[in-house]
């Protein structure tokens, strides 16, 4: 595990675990650390901004390459790039005049990573839960069918 720390957002980054690649916030004590982790969270809440960083995971990617294959219109583009700089989760590189765009950490990366894992555990939960009471229910009227049919 190696210990990274944000100090630029004031967050601290406890560890990232290398064998699951798996980045895990500290407990924010006061109430500015909460107040930044939720002003982080509302960046990630945009959908275009998450589907924009979910493309940077493959590396650096130009500003033309992420218009043409998000089809994201240029304005809005830009809009998000600058929130996404501004809350320092992308790092620019400018050649000529083309602008490259790549994830600032690998903090950053590793939280990006795990999103669709916590989304598919709690999604595999929820559907294990929902067949779970699916069989009880069925299970229910079987024996609410057998009973009546014993009555007649």
């Not at 509302?42 to 043409?68: Q, T």
């Not at 600058?82 to 620019?92: E, G, M, N, S, Y």
């Not at 490259?100 to 950490?105: A, E, G």
Request: hydrophobic share 40%.
């Amino acid at each position: 595990m190696v210990l990274h720390q944000n100090t630029e957002a004031g967050l601290a980054w406890d560890c990232m675990d290398k064998s699951t690649n798996t980045a895990h916030l500290s407990a924010p004590e006061p109430l500015n650390e909460t107040s930044e982790l939720c002003r982080l969270l509302k960046i990630l809440a945009n959908p275009n901004r998450l589907r924009i960083l979910l493309f940077l995971l493959e590396g650096e990617v130009s500003v033309s390459e992420i218009e043409s294959s998000l089809k994201i219109k240029q304005p809005s583009l830009s809009h998000e790039l600058k929130k996404l700089r501004d809350a320092d989760f992308v790092t620019t590189k400018r050649q000529s005049k083309a602008i490259f765009y790549r994830l600032k950490s690998d903090a950053i990366k590793s939280l990006l990573v795990s999103i669709p894992r916590a989304l598919n555990a709690s999604k595999k939960a929820y559907s294990q839960q929902s067949l779970s009471t699916a069989t009880r229910t069925r299970d229910t009227r079987t024996l609410e069918c057998g009973l009546f049919a014993k009555i007649l």
